[in-house]
């Protein structure tokens, strides 16, 4: 048996090398797209993380029987293409949900209290320089929306409400007027209501540009934008002149549109708008409870069990597929 991994995002593989070698499974790892498209061949299961596994990827896998993402998000990876071919696809969704949180919450404190300009100005040697002429919100005084209310978009409102922020909510898939003690609004309501708006979606052909021009001029004034989620969620044009118009107050993003972005992005030109290169999942914690658990479903699916978190069940149904 030979399991591939495409790319990881940590210092090394060695918990995937010792999980593997105690099974005598062999463990190959790709270095680029040709690359991968040669090692996958022959491989009975793969480990992908960033890498975009499309179709020319998938159809050159005359092996493969599962596909096990590192992560939560599944739009890398070519779900139709994987079920024809009777490839189980499967993440884990439930391995961050502090640190994705923690993430979304620094930076809507550090972009509140103007932590990162401040810092800069005091280092410069302006400590006498520094205006007070920027809105800052009494968290308290406050409301926090946040949209997608699933594990993150939850441990977040719990958080925040602890620092005493009014939460509310926007879910397609909750029905209550009122979940986990957060009043559930339609999506216009919340995106006019906060000031602070905080998204929690995966990227979707329904999300992609989830926030653009319409949804930037119903924000009320000053309002501060998180996205800790996917980089296509957001419109990036029309947030630059949502900011350069002042209308925007500030900007959290651990994800753009480009996945690596030239730093003549007109975003940067923004002091009130702090990027993060894709790190809101990690710890040292996150990242080797990722590893394991990665490596034990993609396991027990080559070895017949259904995955705890399977993304395309419709496989279920394939002839090549027999899992328990």
Sequence with gaps: MKIVISDYAWPNIDIERNFFINKSIDLDVSSGKEDLIDKIKDADGLLFCFEDINEDVLRSA???????????????????VATELGIVVSNIPDYCIDEVSDHALSMILAINRMIVPDSKMVKLGKWNDVKKNNRVFRLTDATLGIIGFGRIGRRLANKAKALGLKVIAYDPYINEQVYDGV??????????SSDILSLHVPLTKETNHLISYKELEKMKDNTILINV??????????????????KVRGVGMDVMEDHNPSSSNPL???????????????????SEELQIRSCEQLYGVLNGNKPKFLINPEVLNHPDVNLT
């Design 268 to 286: 940067f030109e923004y002091e009130n708008v702090i990027v993060t290169p894709h790190t809101a999942f990690f710890s040292q914690e996150s």
């Design 183 to 192: 009043n559930i609004l339609p999506f216009d309501d919340v995106v006019s």
């Design 62 to 80: 005359k092996n493969l029987k599962a596909a096990q993402r590192y992560g939560i998000g599944v739009d890398n990876i070519n779900i139709k």
């Design 229 to 246: 989620s996917r980089g296509g969620l957001i419109d990036e044009k029309a947030l630059s002149e949502y900011l350069k118009s002042g």
